[in-house]
């Protein structure tokens, strides 16, 4: 009955030291990227024409249903095409400023649909595209809502 007694042994010893601390802390969690309102995959789902727009009503309409995509590593427009080294800046923002960046008619900013406070992010290819044939992208960010303006229209 002993030898049963001592073979049972370096289980109970393990299961007694159930309470000791465990060797390495838990790891923090990582830090939540301050860029994490733009990385998403948008769709285009209106548009405002804006006084020097480039393209008419109907050729504006046609992006609707097309994305703009972006994440840590790459953007994507339909007007830019594929940046695959991505540097992204940002600086708050307000409506008043998208329609000056813009240069747009405030009565025409308001009708963007996006409420303050925004965040504008300046997306910017890298040395990978040193011909500079992938232009830059800013996008409004708001809430979950973005706006985006490229020849005069912004969707």
């Keep these: 009955m002993a030898s049963r007694a001592l073979a049972c042994l370096p289980f109970a010893a393990a299961a007694a030291c159930g309470w000791l601390p465990a060797d390495k802390p838990a790891a923090p969690p990582p830090p939540i990227d301050p860029d994490l309102p733009v990385l998403h995959t948008w769709k285009i789902v209106d548009h405002v024409l ?11 309409a046609g992006f609707h249903g097309r994305e703009v995509a972006v994440s840590a590593d790459r953007y994507v427009s339909p007007w830019t095409g594929r940046c695959d080294d991505p540097h992204r800046a940002r600086r708050g923002s307000s409506l008043a400023q998208l329609a000056a960046d813009q240069r747009l ?6 009708r963007l649909g996006v409420r303050e406070p925004l965040t504008a992010f300046q997306l910017t290819c890298g040395p990978a595209d040193a011909s500079g044939r992938v232009p830059p ?19």
């Excluded at 804006?50 to 504006?60: K, R």
């Excluded at 008619?105 to 308001?110: E, K, L, N």
Aim: proline share 8%.
């Design 50 to 60: 804006g006084p020097n727009a480039l393209i008419s009503e109907l050729d504006a």
């Design 105 to 110: 008619p405030p009565d025409v900013a308001a």
């Design 137 to 155: 992208l800013t996008c409004y960010v708001a809430d979950a809502r973005a706006v985006t303006c490229w020849s005069g229209v912004c969707y």
